[in-house]
């Protein structure tokens, strides 16, 4: 592909497009320490990928880089073989409303009601008028309306968000990326603060999207769980990649010695 290929970006980053990614040597270092370590990472569309790892590895801060939310340097993340930092404002946004992020905090909005967080995931698909005046168009509340479905929280649209339990909240974080219809899925412990009940509902949700085509990179802690539903593993300690294969070709040993 030439440079001019390459950086001739206008539409690569349409809705129906799938996206494939890679990070090239991605480093985070803070003065305290090195939180990523020289992140080598190719990520295919339609893949469906568990990152693991003890508390304080990286997997939050590498799903951030990858959700375009940490800075990285230039020529180091590549996007459909863009590099991020050289697309134009335009295509930037594009890329961002094509990537759902469910943040480990949730991040609602606290004080508005669980319809309007999840509508919050279809603003990017409107115009200014409608998301600055929230009149919001039929086909876009009906998809909030089945979105919020899916998670189990029917009946509970107009109640507050700050009123959730916290597996309430989970679930309208997750509603809102699915609102998206963002064509990666990254998932900070999507299922950390559910009932057993419902952990297999929400991986089986995520499932679907990816059967659908979509990319999901999930952080999981519960090794059998990622085991079942990932088709590739990513194992981090210490901010490295130690392991990155599939996940049948993942050795028991490797996942047993992230936690040593
Ligand atoms: N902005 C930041 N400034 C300084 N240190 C940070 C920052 N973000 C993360 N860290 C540190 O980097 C390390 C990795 O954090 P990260 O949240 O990515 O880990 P994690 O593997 O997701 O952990 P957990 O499973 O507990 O969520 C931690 O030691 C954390 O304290």
């Given at each position: 592909?030439?440079?001019?290929?390459?950086?001739?970006?206008?539409?690569?980053?349409?809705?129906?497009?799938?996206?494939?990614?890679?990070?090239?040597?991605?480093?985070?270092?803070?003065?305290?320490?090195?939180?990523?370590?020289?992140?080598?990472?190719?990520?295919k569309?339609?893949?469906?990928?568990?990152?693991?790892g003890k508390?304080?590895?990286?997997?939050?801060?590498?799903?951030?880089?990858?959700?375009?939310?940490?800075?990285?340097?230039?020529?180091?993340?590549?996007f459909?073989?863009?590099?991020?930092?050289?697309?134009?404002?335009?295509?930037?946004?594009?890329?961002?409303?094509?990537?759902?992020?469910?943040?480990?905090?949730?991040?609602?909005?606290?004080?508005?009601?669980?319809?309007?967080?999840?509508?919050?995931?279809?603003l990017?698909?409107?115009?200014?008028?409608?998301?600055?005046?929230?009149?919001?168009?039929?086909?876009?509340?009906?998809?909030?309306?089945?979105?919020?479905?899916?998670?189990?929280?029917?009946?509970?649209?107009?109640?507050?968000?700050?009123?959730?339990?916290?597996?309430?909240?989970?679930?309208?974080?997750?509603?809102?990326?699915?609102?998206?219809?963002?064509?990666?899925?990254?998932?900070?412990?999507?299922?950390?603060?559910?009932?057993?009940?419902?952990i297999?509902?929400?991986?089986?949700?995520?499932?679907?999207?990816?059967?659908?085509?979509?990319?999901?990179?999930?952080?999981?802690?519960?090794?059998?769980?990622?085991?079942?539903?990932?088709?590739?593993?990513?194992?981090?300690?210490?901010?490295?990649?130690?392991?990155?294969?599939?996940?049948?070709?993942?050795?028991?040993?490797?996942?047993?010695?992230?936690?040593?």
């Amino acid at each position: 592909m030439s440079q001019m290929q390459k950086y001739q970006s206008s539409k690569i980053f349409n809705q129906t497009d799938g996206i494939s990614m890679a990070l090239y040597s991605v480093s985070i270092n803070t003065s305290q320490k090195t939180i990523l370590d020289h992140i080598n990472l190719e990520i295919k569309e339609g893949e469906m990928i568990a990152v693991l790892g003890k508390s304080g590895a990286g997997k939050s801060t590498l799903l951030r880089v990858i959700a375009g939310l940490v800075k990285t340097h230039r020529n180091m993340m590549f996007f459909n073989g863009s590099d991020f930092h050289s697309l134009k404002k335009n295509d930037k946004n594009q890329l961002r409303k094509n990537i759902g992020f469910i943040p480990q905090q949730f991040k609602l909005i606290k004080e508005l009601s669980v319809f309007e967080n999840v509508m919050i995931g279809r603003l990017g698909k409107m115009g200014r008028f409608s998301s600055m005046f929230r009149i919001y168009p039929q086909n876009d509340k009906k998809i909030a309306l089945e979105c919020i479905a899916k998670v189990g929280l029917s009946g509970k649209e107009s109640l507050v968000a700050r009123k959730l339990s916290g597996g309430e909240q989970q679930r309208v974080a997750i509603a809102r990326c699915l609102a998206q219809e963002p064509q990666i899925i990254l998932a900070d412990e999507p299922v950390a603060s559910l009932d057993v009940s419902l952990i297999e509902t929400i991986l089986e949700i995520l499932d679907n999207e990816n059967k659908k085509g979509k990319t999901v990179v999930f952080v999981m802690h519960d090794v059998e769980l990622a085991k079942r539903f990932a088709k590739r593993m990513i194992l981090m300690k210490e901010g490295k990649i130690i392991s990155d294969k599939l996940t049948e070709e993942t050795k028991d040993d490797s996942i047993k010695s992230l936690f040593n």
